[in-house]
């Protein structure tokens, strides 16, 4: 993930969320806005299986919801995470529907699809991250090896090859799908 701080003084996440329309792709890092490469062809097409795949499952069995498009999630830590794909439990949904401006928490399964300047350690470090925020799931879904390691708290992460089922335990009941049809 390529990224380049975008301005000096900290802001907190409240004040990213009144601005961050201005940005593009963006996280709040630390009190810095961070800007994030586009992704590519393959890194969307990915995205949109997974969210097409858990959303239309979760939809189904009026589980949650599915967003796309690196919607923010504002974090006990200050800073403003973007997963790839983001599923909400029914329950942590507001009767109104979703708001307007970032989610106030960390989603319950959060999906991020690894960019090819992605390392091996940011990548974990922000799933554990999602799970030290309360997600209760991660998945990382990589196009280069086509696998899905899959993080869940307390768990050893768990990678998933081609020819394997991703579940989705207790946060998606139910829910499975082979590794090749994310990457179809």
Not at 158 to 180: K, N
């Amino acid at each position: 993930m390529s990224t380049t701080a975008i301005q000096e003084r900290l802001i907190t996440a409240d004040e990213f969320e009144r601005i961050a329309h201005r940005f593009g792709r963006s996280e709040l890092i630390d009190g810095r806005i961070v800007q994030l490469s586009p992704t590519g062809a393959k890194h969307g097409r990915i995205e949109w299986r997974i969210s097409m795949l858990v959303g239309l499952y979760a939809e189904k069995h009026g589980l949650g919801l599915v967003n796309t498009g690196e919607v923010g999630c504002k974090l006990p830590n200050g800073r403003v995470r973007a997963p790839d794909v983001a599923f909400i439990r029914a329950e942590r949904v507001p009767a109104e529907g979703p708001p307007d401006g970032f989610w106030p928490f960390a989603p319950d399964l959060a999906v991020e699809v690894g960019s090819p300047d992605d390392s091996p350690r940011e990548v974990r470090d922000k799933a554990n991250e999602w799970i030290a925020a309360g997600s209760q799931a991660v998945w990382v879904a990589d196009g280069a090896s086509r696998t899905v390691t899959v993080y869940e708290r307390g768990v050893p992460p768990r990678v998933l090859g081609i020819g394997e089922t991703l579940e989705g335990g207790s946060v998606l009941p139910g829910f499975s799908c082979t590794v090749a049809e994310i990457f179809a």
